[in-house]
């Protein structure tokens, strides 16, 4: 099977090693796992207090579909037991904007909510909204058999995104994510590649940034002021870093509480805490970094030289939802190592049956007994 996400994510210096038969050079800030790290005196492992949140510790499970319904048992137990597994925010998977819309999630979120916060981690939904209105796709830019979305249409994007927040509030979750990453329709707004509009939503920088900004106000103003806001950004991509950066500090200015940078495809190789250090330097709020974090060693290096708040950890805490413990428990040899192969998680998502993963049959499989 084509392994995509394999070509995209940077491999890990275990699989260089392997390759090479020789120790890699670390990248800055990604340091080789020496085993130096002590749980008692660990950033990653040490609370962080946003806003009137208090995160247990810096490690997130970032928003990863799992092509479980959401209102299930199956989904409900997969997220319990990654929140029992010892991460300190657990962000719920890009949900699109009509599911709470068409009302399928009303009876699955507030029991969602509840078993992530009884397992002591807080919760936050991963808001999306997806390349289709009414069905039918839609983009920035008319692009082949894609319509560009009208003024009326994109006008009304924030105000859909603070419905769905509220949605979240209400039942009980910390917080929402929106989902403005990875070159999905709110993303390619901001891409001036994707972006040729004339009106008030394209054209300069001010204007491409105009709708990313407009929905975390939105959902900032429908929510209150101690609702977690979150915005995931892919920093770099058919833009300027430097766009990036005044994208963050106006992010901040629109009340977003963390900004959570995360790699494109496009940035094969590239320095995921480098990026997320880069746009930490232009705001105040806490900023998440992510891409093949696990290694407890590397995570630290990354908070101690000041270049991130929070690490999400992401195929690592599928392939073992139980790491972020083993780490405190100082018991890293149980842990089940995820080996980048895509195959179970990544290679769902293109055949839409729920995750699982090749190390470990437990994952997708919570919900039955032993
Ligand atoms: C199966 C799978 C599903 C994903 N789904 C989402 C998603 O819903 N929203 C999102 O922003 N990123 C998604 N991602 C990207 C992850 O959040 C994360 O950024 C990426 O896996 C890199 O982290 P890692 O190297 O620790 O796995 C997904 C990744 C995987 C493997
Ligand atoms: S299938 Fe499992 S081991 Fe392979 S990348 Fe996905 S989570 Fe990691």
Redesign the pocket.
């Known amino acids: 099977m084509p392994n995509k996400?394999r070509d995209r994510?940077p491999r890990s210096c275990v699989e260089l090693e392997a390759e090479t038969g020789s120790k890699p050079v670390p990248e800055e800030g990604r340091a080789i796992s020496d085993k130096t790290f002590t749980p008692a005196n660990s950033l990653l492992l040490s609370p962080l207090h946003v806003g009137k949140t208090h995160l247990r510790n810096r490690i997130v499970l970032?928003?990863?579909?799992?092509n479980m319904d959401l209102a299930g048992p199956q989904a409900l137990a997969y997220y319990r037991v990654r929140a029992e597994g010892g991460a300190g925010l657990v962000i719920v998977?890009?949900t699109p904007l009509d599911q709470f819309e068409d009302g399928s999630l009303d009876a699955g979120l507030p029991g969602l909510a509840s078993a992530i916060h009884e397992a002591g981690a807080s919760a936050v939904v991963?808001l999306?909204h997806p390349d289709r209105i009414g069905g039918k796709r839609v983009a920035p830019s008319t692009i082949d058999d894609t319509r560009a979305a009208t003024t009326e249409e994109v006008a009304a994007i924030p105000g859909r995104f603070a419905s769905a927040a509220l949605a979240c509030r209400q039942a009980g979750f910390d917080g929402a994510e929106v989902?403005g990453?990875?070159d999905y329709f709110l993303n390619r707004f901001f891409s001036p590649a994707h972006n040729q509009r004339r009106d008030e939503y394209g054209g300069s920088l001010e204007k491409r940034m105009r709708l990313g900004l407009e929905c975390a106000r939105a959902v900032r103003r429908a929510c209150g002021a101690d609702f977690l806001v979150l915005y995931?950004h892919t920093a770099v991509a058919d833009y300027p870093l430097d766009d990036s950066l005044v994208f963050a500090e106006e992010l901040g200015r629109a009340g977003v509480d963390i900004i959570d940078i995360?790699?494109s495809t496009s940035q094969e190789g590239s320095k995921h805490a480098d990026l997320a250090a880069a746009v930490k330097s232009s705001v105040s709020c806490p900023v998440i970094a992510?891409?093949?974090?696990?290694d407890p060693e590397a995570a630290e290096a990354v908070l101690a030289e000041g270049k991130a708040d929070l690490i999400?950890?992401?195929?690592?805490?599928?392939a073992d939802p139980d790491l972020p413990r083993k780490i405190m428990d100082s018991r890293r040899e149980e842990i089940i190592e995820?080996i980048?192969c895509?195959e179970k998680?990544?290679g769902?998502?293109e055949t839409g049956v729920p995750?699982g993963c090749s190390q470990n049959p437990r994952v997708g499989e919570e919900h039955k007994s032993n």
């Open positions: 996400a994510w970032p928003p990863m579909k799992t998977e890009a991963q999306f989902h990453a990875h995931r995360s790699p992510v891409g093949e974090m696990e999400a950890i992401g195929r690592a805490l599928i995820c980048k895509d998680c990544v769902a998502l995750i």
